[in-house]
């Protein structure tokens, strides 16, 4: 079993920046592929983005590249997700999951990931 737990939301002006946290409770975290997922009101789930268990190679959704940037410190047991230039439209609140593959590839799909976190909320005003 793999808790994850986010931190790192809040409001934050257009513009400004945060830096979500998710730390996981389980000691094969390096075995683990990562991801950020966002939903927010009225809309799917969407992958905002991804990372190799080994942290070499990530994955970014057309919205957030260039702005967000994911990496990993497998010695904490921690993936991040630093988010620059918020815009309006990434409100929304942010999970973080973990799930394997045998490929050490990143997963780009919700239904490839096992375990979840609660999620944190980001808001930002215009």
């Known amino acids: 079993q793999v808790q994850l737990v986010e931190s790192g939301g809040g409001l934050v002006q257009t513009g400004g920046s945060l830096r979500l946290s998710c730390a996981a409770s389980?000691?094969?975290?390096?075995?683990?592929?990562m991801g950020w997922f966002r939903q927010a009101p009225g809309k799917e789930r969407e992958l905002v983005a991804a990372i190799t268990s080994s942290g070499v190679y990530t994955n970014y959704a057309d919205s957030v590249k260039g702005r967000f940037t994911i990496a990993r410190d497998n010695a904490k047991n921690t993936v991040y997700l630093q988010m620059n230039s918020l815009k309006p439209e990434d409100s929304a609140v942010y999970s973080c999951?973990?799930?394997?593959?045998?490929?050490?590839?990143?997963?780009?799909?919700?239904?490839?990931?096992?375990?979840w976190g609660q999620g944190t909320q980001v808001t930002v005003s215009s």
């Open positions: 999951a973990a799930g394997r593959t045998p490929y050490g590839s990143y997963l780009p799909a919700p239904r490839e990931y096992d375990y």
């Open positions: 389980v000691r094969t975290f390096s075995t683990y592929a």
